[in-house]
């Protein structure tokens, strides 16, 4: 609820709400902010902010798993990183120099060890565009005349219901209608400074459930529209008088009255309620599953672009995330991989731009552990580059928009 409420930057009502909603925006007006902070707490995605290295969970709910959704809703196949990289063999211990020259030779090789990591890196970004057919439309019917035209069309069902006989489902949506316009007379706020940011570099964030997650996701882009999204409050909730919170506590109660009587009635009233279900469902479908996350990046005149990858394994990934970054250090990764003289190594092999490295660079290592740095380092420095050429295609998915010529 949160997420969506964070999108749209009001409360709204549908037509059915889910059980238990009302009640939730009671719950909402009623604690303010201690319940977004509470919800926030209980959210299970973290975040690693790879430009300074702090580690916190997504703020707003799922405000940004909303608009990951629909910026992926066209994704399936990844696309597959090489495994495979071309490594020079080290000459045996002790052996003559000409004996050496003779020995080095390339190699191909691969981890021993697969564990594959999907990295969905979601890339939004400011960007000036004029308006489709489609996101016209849809605009159109959230402007004013477009909810009134839809509480009469409301309020006329309300009165062919009863003449029909079919009070339940007339309950159901006078509940409905009028939970709508007390929540018109509730104003949302966004905080000062939103969607801004007050430094100059893009932002870079890689998100999962847990550390030790296959699924991961990396938003780059612009540093004050992914900032705010996941780690800044998009609300002010509104002050609101007991009247008003004590309406949705009998609206909750109402609504649940109401179900049950059409379930028991059954005949006309069922029937009402099943058609009525099936139309909004239809509309739901005609305008799309994703209206919320299409209706914010309308009104933020946003973009978002989405491409997936498939790694061989977590540390290839998290390096190329590393290069992808303008990180000062490593301290980001401290909770994903354990500091180490190999990963000192490696990380000194990335920040090379993978350039061969030589035995002062790898140190004291052992041949298991240089031919691991040298494997991952190569897979990092490639998959970055494969990643950089598919963010230049630059194919936003967001289609309520057609970008203008420049």
């Not at 604690?31 to 975040?47: H, L, P, Q, R, T």
């Not at 045996?92 to 030779?105: F, I, K, T, Y």
């Not at 529209?225 to 909750?252: C, E, G, S």
Request: glycine letters at 8%; hydrophobic letters at 40%.
């Amino acid at each position: 609820m949160l997420g969506e409420l964070a999108l749209e930057g009001c409360l709204s009502v549908g037509l059915f709400p889910k059980l238990g909603y009302l009640d939730g925006l009671r719950k909402l007006l009623q604690d303010g902010s201690d319940i977004m902070d509470k919800a926030n707490a209980e959210a299970s995605y973290k975040v690693w902010d790879v430009n300074w290295g702090s580690v916190f969970t997504r703020a707003n709910g799922s405000a940004m798993s909303i608009l990951t959704e629909y910026a992926l809703r066209k994704h399936r196949e990844p696309i597959k990183l090489p495994e495979k990289v071309t490594l020079r063999s080290d000459p045996p211990p002790g052996s003559s120099s000409r004996a050496n020259v003779a020995h080095l030779r390339e190699v191909v090789t691969t981890p021993s060890f697969r564990r594959h990591q999907d990295l969905h890196v979601i890339y939004m970004s400011r960007n000036n565009h004029t308006s489709s057919i489609r996101g016209t439309l849809l605009l159109l019917l959230l402007s004013w005349t477009g909810e009134l035209m839809y509480h009469l069309v409301l309020l006329g069902l309300v009165v062919v219901f009863c003449l029909l006989g079919a009070f339940g489902t007339a309950a159901v949506v006078g509940t409905g209608l009028v939970s709508a316009m007390v929540c018109k007379t509730l104003r949302i706020k966004r905080p000062s400074g939103y969607l801004s940011s007050n430094e100059k570099h893009d932002a870079c964030m890689l998100s999962a459930v847990h550390d030790n997650a296959q699924t991961w996701y990396l938003y780059m882009g612009d540093r004050g529209v992914i900032d705010w999204v996941l780690n800044k409050t998009m609300l002010q909730i509104p002050w609101a008088n007991r009247l008003q919170i004590a309406y949705f506590r009998i609206a909750h109660t109402l609504q649940l009255l109401a179900m049950t009587f059409v379930a028991a009635q059954k005949g006309v009233d069922g029937l009402c309620l099943l058609v009525l279900l099936a139309l909004t469902y239809g509309f739901h479908y005609l305008f799309g599953p994703h209206s919320r996350a299409r209706q914010w990046l309308q009104a933020e005149q946003a973009s978002i672009d989405a491409h997936t990858f498939r790694f061989s394994g977590g540390t290839p990934m998290i390096g190329a995330v590393h290069t992808l970054s303008q990180a000062r250090n490593a301290e980001w990764m401290e909770t994903l991989i354990a500091p180490c003289p190999r990963i000192s190594a490696w990380l000194h092999g990335l920040s090379s731009s993978g350039h061969p490295m030589n035995r002062q660079d790898l140190g004291e290592l052992s041949p298991s552990d240089r031919s691991w740095v040298s494997l991952n380092t190569q897979l990092a420095t490639e998959a970055e580059r494969i990643i950089r050429r598919e963010l230049k295609k630059g194919k936003a998915t967001e289609s309520l928009h057609v970008k203008q010529g420049t």
